[in-house]
């Protein structure tokens, strides 16, 4: 795992960012691979830095344990650490008139100006927005989505998980249907029945305007409704592998779909 402080000129915290490097980087140094960006990175891979001790999404064990089976390609996972009182400001795209917010696009320049260009000289990347990803739960969720719809030339590829509809009188679902085109982006979004009934059916609804868009079901959108999912990492990291194997499926199974 290598980790740095990200410095930014965009934003005012600095932050952790933590990048795991699938077994075959070391072993295959001729290969370039695939990277997915992944909000709240503390609770992606080390469980004492979690925001629940020891409950981590094992977002590395997942990706070994597929990619180990040729189940998925080897990918590249950036973990970028929330900065705790920012994460709501930096994770929502609008400003909410009751609890504010509104900084999704600079910490989105952050990312796109500032740390995939550092990921992609320093690593072994394939740089396209066909082999980059985004991702993230609850408001990482949303910002997500918010983001591959505002840059899908640099994400082709988004895990919308849990995601925050509500924020702002729903306001993504309004950004979503002003879409022109629909952008060549590749979905995973799911919600866990146990989240709420108003969260199931606005997640219900965000794909079905999906689908009025052209999202293909099972070809580029995957939507899942988890039978008694919860808002917890540990209900994200049961379904973390599905994620993986949607967006980064090994070539040899994409083939056979």
């Known amino acids: 795992m290598l980790k740095f402080r990200l410095h930014s000129a965009i934003l005012p915290d600095d932050r952790d960012v933590s990048i795991y490097l699938p077994p075959q980087y070391a072993l295959e140094p001729g290969r370039r691979f695939p990277v997915l960006y992944l909000h709240d990175g503390q ?5 004492e830095t979690s925001y629940i001790p020891g ?14 089976a040729g189940l998925i ?8 650490d929330n900065t705790g009182v920012r994460r709501m400001a930096e994770y929502t795209p609008t400003e909410d008139y009751k609890m504010g917010g509104g900084d999704g696009d600079r ?32 408001l990482g969720g949303l910002i997500s989505l918010h983001l591959a719809l505002r840059h899908p030339e640099i994400f082709g590829r ?22 022109k085109k629909r952008p060549n982006l590749r979905l995973w979004l799911d919600i866990g029945t ?61 083939e056979h779909r």
């Open 107 to 138: 910490y989105g320049r952050l990312l796109v100006e500032e740390l995939k260009p550092w990921v992609d000289r320093t690593l072994r990347t394939r740089a396209d927005a066909d082999s980059t990803g985004i991702g993230g739960s609850s």
């Open 73 to 80: 390609e080897p990918v590249i996972l950036v973990g970028v």
């Open 194 to 254: 146990a989240e709420g009934a108003r969260h199931v059916r606005d997640t219900a609804l965000l794909h079905r305007l999906l689908v009025g868009l052209g999202w293909r079901d099972e070809v580029d959108l995957a939507y899942r409704t988890i039978p008694d999912g919860v808002h917890s990492e540990d209900a994200w990291a049961d379904r973390f592998d599905s994620v993986l194997l949607f967006l980064y499926p090994a070539k040899s199974v994409f």
């Open 158 to 179: 988004a895990a919308i998980i849990s995601p925050s509809i509500w924020w702002d009188q729903r306001s993504i679902l309004s950004e979503v249907r002003q879409l």
């Open 43 to 47: 609770n992606l891979f080390d469980p």
């Open 55 to 68: 409950h981590t999404w094992r977002a590395h064990t997942a990706a070994d344990r597929l990619a180990e």
